[in-house]
């Protein structure tokens, strides 16, 4: 027996999220996990498991693929080599996405009940705006196949029917839905990509859309500038995001040392929130660069702006200074893996209708 | 415990015997939130880490999902008129 998803992907630098309507059901089935892949082993696998080699917590999350192991999510720390592809220019069709797509395909049908091995995916991605113009094909032929691999030690096929790649953005226009007749305007804040997407209607106005690297990387190595000249050592990535997640007043400023000597939460509170604050005005000259009228007023066209993404929590205030009405959607990091849920719900749809 | 980016504290008394973990179990279930599925999940591993037992419940293969968020028909006619545009 096969068991079907139709599935939204989002496949974030930092964060990769993933949703999907269930049949019957109109409700997402969701995953939030962290976009980290590392090399693991069997044998650590069961260690941590067992609970005999490590006192963590992480969730089990591993994958076997063409004689190689994985760990991921939160449980690659307990692997070599943890990344999440940054910077690797085939990171939207080569093996990160696909042992992703097989770990959370796997992992969404078990949490749905299937005991089936066999799983069918029919797939809705989203990349940045320059991607979708460049690679859209190749992405869609790389990723198109049938994948064998077990997933926590059960073993699956996983036969990749269709997939269209969109721009991110697109996905969280739809979760939010068109204005008929109106334009809205789509801002992506992600972790190292902006998209900005204008939508009239339901048609996308290419012209007015685009994406460019300043994201929430940037205002973190504006951080680790500022941390390295104070303290003469650079931040762990773990640490950035500590101060990242204090600087909302989530979590408190981490406790740091550099050289025996401690440091300043002060410090960290200052720099994080300059640092936000600079990144966020490079972002909006390149919006404004894009969405501004001759009278100089940015959007003003528009009937909604509608600011989505990771970023968008420390971004969104910086965003309003230049275009006032800007809405940040709640749970915005997930708008867009909703999104192309929807689109692939309805894709299937489609296609089934068409082969009655 | 962390639940993507949020932390709880959840202090639990380690259940002796199976009728304390079920009666455990039925209070987080009153709660209205994602919560319950990990306290009930946290109960059970350390529950069961402390007598020596396999966890009763795998988190992967037996964790139910969480009640999701609806979708709109709004998301479902934004997708027909956008797919109609390509």
């Known amino acids: 027996m096969v068991f079907t998803l139709n599935l939204g992907f989002d496949r974030g630098n930092a964060r990769t999220n993933v949703a999907v309507i269930p049949d019957g059901s109109k409700a997402f089935v969701e995953i939030d996990v962290s976009s980290m892949i590392a090399e693991g082993n069997i044998r650590r696998y069961q260690m941590v498991k067992s609970g005999s080699g490590s006192s963590d917590n992480a969730s089990e999350l591993m994958v076997e693929h063409e004689g190689s192991v994985y760990f991921l999510a939160d449980f690659a720390s307990q692997g070599r080599n943890p990344t999440t592809g940054f910077g690797d220019k085939n990171r939207y069709h080569g093996s990160h996405t696909k042992i992703a797509l097989m770990g959370y395909s796997a992992m969404l049908a078990s949490r749905l009940g299937s005991n089936s091995r066999d799983l069918v995916v029919n797939l809705v991605m989203g990349v940045p705006f320059q991607a979708f113009q460049a690679e859209q094909e190749k992405i869609m032929d790389e990723l198109t196949g049938s994948y064998e691999f077990s997933y926590n030690g059960r073993d699956f096929t996983l036969y990749v029917d269709s997939i269209r790649v969109f721009m991110e953005g697109a996905g969280a226009a739809i979760y939010h839905g068109f204005e008929k007749d109106a334009t809205i305007g789509i801002v992506d804040s992600g972790s190292l990509t902006t998209n900005i997407l204008r939508f009239n209607g339901a048609e996308a106005h290419t012209e007015e859309c685009t994406s460019f690297e300043i994201g929430i990387g940037t205002a973190l190595d504006r951080l680790n500038s500022r941390f390295e000249e104070k303290y003469g050592r650079e931040l762990e990535a773990s640490e950035k995001q500590q101060i990242l997640y204090a600087s909302l007043g989530r979590i408190p400023y981490p406790d740091l040392y550099a050289s025996g000597e401690q440091v300043d939460g002060a410090n960290l509170h200052t720099w994080i929130l300059a640092a936000i604050a600079e990144t966020g005005r490079d972002k909006n000259t390149q919006i404004a660069k894009l969405w501004s009228s001759q009278s100089g007023k940015t959007a003003s066209s528009f009937k909604r702006v509608i600011h989505v993404g990771g970023g968008a929590y420390y971004f969104h205030p910086s965003l309003q200074q230049i275009i006032k009405f800007a809405e940040m959607l709640p749970e915005s990091e997930r708008a867009n893996s909703r999104g192309f849920a929807v689109l692939a719900s309805r894709i299937a749809q489609r296609k089934a209708l068409k082969r009655a | ?86």
Not at chain 2, 14 to 40: F, W, Y
Not at chain 2, 47 to 61: C, F, I, M, T
């Open chain 2, 1 to 86: 415990m962390r639940d993507r980016d949020k932390y709880y504290y959840i202090q639990v008394a380690l259940p002796k015997n199976n009728a304390a973990i079920q009666r455990m179990v039925g209070e987080s279930e009153r709660l209205d939130t994602p919560l319950p599925i990990l306290a009930r999940q946290a109960c059970i591993n350390m529950y069961s880490e402390d007598v020596g037992l396999q966890p009763r419940v795998k988190p992967e293969a037996k964790q139910e999902p969480a009640p999701g968020v609806s979708v709109s028909e709004q998301s479902f006619s934004s997708a027909d008129d956008f797919l109609d545009n390509l």
